[in-house]
């Protein structure tokens, strides 16, 4: 691995039925072909899991991977990808956090960290460089996620270590719990923190000082810092530092892109008052996921006193508190930002877990689930002061909670009653806070991505197809967004294919996708990893790599059974909202997603009737069919 640069060349693998801890050379080989991230992770756990294995069982494997471009210095490069088989989907899944935590792997001399197995007492995993050791976690065995990070610092007396941990949520096995990382930021979808939790590994410490050398250093330095001046002069970016993520929430409520009362409709019209009180009694400062950060789209927030008193803590981002206000007709800001911190500090995907209480307040509406069945709680919409105890007995798997921790695919089969008509998922991964009634494409990113209807990979169609944005990709075929109509429908599967292969090439490279937001492409990627690594490589070879993967993920979800019928999208998000803007604009429905599902499938080569990628696409992407 030597003559390859931009990585550490190695990898750790931790098998914990037997405790012990390999260093291995990184898979040279796939390394152009699949580069790191989840392109990497994505082939690794292709060859290496069975078919039809139980996600919660020790053969499930979780792996921890970078990029070659996870480097501080790198603009977006704090970001790792945590990557396995879903509990809750039982197909492929991938979640990425911000922070220091993959870098710092890097650091330690690794490019990624796999683990396998299971333990049979609770243990963490401490990296000091070469020095790797597993150690009892049971003084860990219950705590929230800030009272593990606070006992870990203390036990290593050190605050060096960047940490990740689980809470009780994934020791419970909810699943959709996530992994927890120093700087309150989180991987959160699809339930890695229960994977983690039923394998007994409850935290990872990781700290180093190795640097991992660049093929051309002084080339480097000249096109990060062409790449940062490209950054400051676009305005995203100081949009993104003076507003954050959750600056979004009156633009797409007001644009219909802003799912409300469990997908019922697509704006509520209370954005902007939500808005002004977080403002004026919530936010505190900007802040960043990872040292040297340009964006800083992280908000500092709390809630100063009353019911919902709340420390300062690193959250109000976009899609949590929409999952606590619209979703659930809550109009308290304070009881949203609060609901966000307790799942941060039980361990859980403020999505997913947002998306099943509003499933639950529509089957207590229409008398699926009574008040008794609830412990007594008065789920009525709106109702904000149940929603603490609501989100402690998810976590904890008590009464109505253990229901619920399934997820709303699991709860809907269990309560029948045609619940499955409001249980809103795609692939059984609940729906994020961005509404496909604002522009066709979301509704066909959101069926056909591989991990279910996730917040990442329809974002790059909503901002083409609503926002008009075009990521540099025009001269690679995307089509002028300022040529089509966000209602239109032809035309939207070729274009949501390319924008995929191009848009998931930050979680390959280890970064963040908003600074393709603020204005990088393809292009400067291309630039930064070929400085990286002395490779001939471009826009368009990278849109290859983007377009391997996608099919590699593909193939992993085939595999485990998925066909087209799993590519749908429930009715309710594709039809007129029931009230609201948009209640009387009949044309922000689909009309025919069949048709549009179609045009894609012929765009990506796949097999018209099953979904499946043929034999002879496989054969030009160099994947074993």
């Known amino acids: 691995m030597s003559e390859i640069k931009g990585y550490t060349g190695k990898q750790l693998r931790i098998n914990l039925n037997l405790g012990t801890v390999v260093v291995e050379d990184t898979k040279a080989a796939i390394l152009p072909e699949y580069l790191g991230g989840v392109g990497y992770a994505a082939k690794v756990l292709y060859d290496e899991l069975e078919a039809g294995i139980d996600p919660l069982g020790p053969d499930n494997k979780i792996i921890f991977s970078t990029g070659p471009l996870s480097d501080r210095k790198v603009p977006g490069g704090g970001s790792v990808a945590i990557c396995f088989k879903s509990p809750l989907t039982g197909g ?34 401490q990296i000091n460089n070469s020095h790797v050791i597993l150690k009892s976690g049971r003084k860990l065995i219950g705590k929230t996620v800030s009272q593990k990070m606070e006992l870990l610092h203390q036990e290593l007396e050190s605050e060096d270590y960047t940490l990740m941990c689980i809470g009780p949520g994934g020791e419970h096995g909810v699943l959709f719990a996530g ?41 480097l330095q000249r ?17 993104f530092r003076n507003f954050g993520t959750i600056g979004d929430m009156s633009g797409c409520d007001d644009g219909g892109d802003w799912p409300t009362k469990n997908w019922q409709s697509n704006s509520w019209g209370k954005a902007p008052e939500l808005y002004e009180h977080y403002e004026k009694h919530n936010y505190i400062k900007p802040y960043t996921c990872y040292r040297g950060c340009p964006l800083s789209c992280g908000r500092k927030a709390h809630v100063k ?55 639950v307040m529509e089957c207590y509406e229409k008398g699926i689930v009574t008040r008794e069945d609830c412990s007594g709680l008065d789920l009525t919409w709106g109702n904000a002061a149940v929603l603490p105890e609501v989100i402690r007995m998810i976590a904890n798997r008590e009464g109505i909670g253990d229901l619920l921790a399934n997820g709303v695919k699991s709860a809907s089969e269990a309560l029948g009653q045609n619940s499955d008509k409001f249980a809103i998922h795609v692939k059984g991964m609940e729906g994020p806070a961005h509404d496909p009634r604002s522009g066709k494409s979301m509704a066909l990113a959101y069926g056909t991505a591989n991990r279910g209807m996730c917040h990442i990979h329809p974002l790059e169609s909503m901002a083409w197809d609503y926002g008009k944005m075009d990521w540099g990709l025009k001269k690679y075929g995307l089509t002028d967004p300022e040529t089509i109509d966000r209602w239109d429908e032809v035309g939207k599967g070729k274009n949501v294919k390319l924008l995929q292969d191009a848009m998931i090439l930050p979680d390959i490279l280890g970064t963040c996708k908003f600074f393709m937001t603020a204005g990088l492409t393809l292009d400067d990627l291309a630039e930064i990893l070929a400085a990286t690594t002395g490779w001939d490589v471009d826009a368009k070879k990278l849109m290859e790599v983007g377009e ?43 009309s025919d997603y069949e048709a549009m599902l179609q045009e894609y499938y012929e765009a990506r080569e796949w097999d018209l009737n099953t979904g499946i990628p043929t034999k002879e696409k496989c054969s030009k992407l160099g994947i074993d069919w």
């Open 305 to 359: 006193d009353g019911p919902f008193k709340t420390p300062e803590h690193g959250g109000a981002q976009y899609e949590s508190v929409s999952c606590f206000t619209a979703y659930i007709l809550n109009e308290d800001m304070d009881a949203a930002i609060h609901c966000s911190y307790l799942c941060d500090e039980y361990g859980i995907d403020t999505i997913s877990t947002g998306a099943v209480i509003a499933f």
């Open 179 to 219: 992994a927890m990382f120093s700087g309150d930021r989180t991987a959160a979808r699809g339930g890695g923190g229960a994977v983690l939790g039923t394998k007994n590994l409850l935290a990872i410490a990781v700290k180093g000082n190795c640097d991992v050398v660049a093929s051309d250093n002084e080339q």
């Open 548 to 590: 391997r993967v996608i099919n590699i993920q593909r193939l992993f979800n085939m595999r485990e059974g998925f066909r087209k019928k799993d590519d749908m999208v429930p009715s309710r998000i594709i039809s007129t909202p029931a009230f609201g803007k948009y209640e009387q604009h009949p044309e922000c429905a689909t």
């Open 223 to 239: 096109v990060i810092r062409e790449a940062h001046k490209v950054l400051k002069s676009n305005p995203m970016s100081q949009e």
């Open 92 to 125: 492929w899944s991938e979640a990425r956090s911000g922070g220091e935590f993959g870098p710092m792997l890097r650091k330690a001399g690794y490019d990624h960290l796999i683990v396998e197995g299971k333990s049979v007492e609770p243990v963490y995993l």
